[in-house]
């Protein structure tokens, strides 16, 4: 089992930037793919960035066309901890935000953190 906690989402002005944590315990963090998704009001859950180990501590990065430019994904795999840095935020990036890992070898993401509110302010 992996358990995923999320922190750092809160309330910020249009224009501001937040980051957000994951920190994941219970199984070797470091070949899990990894990734954020998010869930606006009404509508349906989105992927937001995923980073994927590709060997040799070499991993890959990947964005929704939405946030690309605005937001970086990054794990520190000693800390067990994935993070969201958010920049430039809009009313629309306004949702509850997820951390879910993927087991080696599974192919949809099969752990889940409980979600964190972000709130940006137009």
């Known amino acids: 089992q992996v358990q995923l906690v999320e922190s750092g989402g809160g309330l910020v002005q249009a224009g501001g930037s937040l980051r957000l944590s994951c920190v994941a315990s219970g199984r070797t963090f470091s070949t899990y793919a990894m990734a954020w998704f998010r869930q606006a009001p009404g509508k349906e859950r989105e992927v937001v960035a995923t980073?994927?180990?590709?060997?040799?501590?070499?991993?890959?990065?990947d964005y929704a066309d939405s946030v690309k430019g605005r937001f970086t994904i990054s794990r520190d795999n000693l800390k067990n901890t994935l993070y969201l840095q958010m920049n430039s935020l809009k009313s629309d990036d306004t949702a509850v935000y997820y951390c879910?890992?993927?087991?080696?070898?599974?192919?949809?993401?099969?752990?889940w953190g409980q979600g964190i509110q972000v709130t940006v302010s137009s």
């Open positions: 980073i994927t180990w590709i060997g040799q501590n070499t991993y890959y990065a």
């Open positions: 879910a890992a993927r087991t080696p070898g599974v192919v949809k993401y099969d752990y």
